[in-house]
């Protein structure tokens, strides 16, 4: 099983895609319009404060009346954040997604935050393992 690293370095855009937490909702989804991404990490003297996801948008703003253009990120932000490390493996990372109910994991190395990734990219790399393994237990069987 892989890493997170590993997924890390195999990612298209290895940019951290990030927003400041005194910054209004609505250049938040300037930025996932642009990106066609779900979720922004809150940067705050380069350190991870927060999230920012759709579904903050949908609960804490839509939901609660609120205008996008006057609300801060830090209003509505999911601030207390789980995170992986570059070590952590693919499976369990993913069974802890799926416990938590969150959908986008930043990956910080010490304090310093070096990627995220969604839910989607760890279902991709399940996948892929489960091809890969399938191919290697038709070979072993056929003798190839």
Do not use: C
């Amino acid at each position: 099983m892989r890493t997170l690293q590993q997924i890390l370095n195999e990612k298209k855009n290895k940019e951290i895609i990030s927003i400041a937490p005194n910054r209004p909702v609505f250049d938040a989804l300037v930025i996932l319009a642009e990106y066609e991404i779900g979720a922004l990490a809150v940067i705050e003297n380069n350190k991870l404060v927060g999230i920012f996801s759709e579904r903050d948008y949908a609960r804490e703003v839509v939901l609660q009346g609120r205008s996008s253009k006057t609300t801060l990120i830090s209003e509505v932000m999911t601030g207390k954040v789980i995170t992986g490390k570059p070590s952590d493996l693919v499976d369990k990372t993913l069974n802890l997604m799926s416990e938590k109910r969150f959908r986008h994991l930043p990956v910080l190395d010490g304090n310093k935050m070096i990627g995220m990734l969604s839910q989607g990219d760890l279902v991709k790399e399940m996948i892929q393992y489960q091809h890969r393994l399938i191919k290697e237990l038709e070979s072993y069987i056929t003798g190839q």
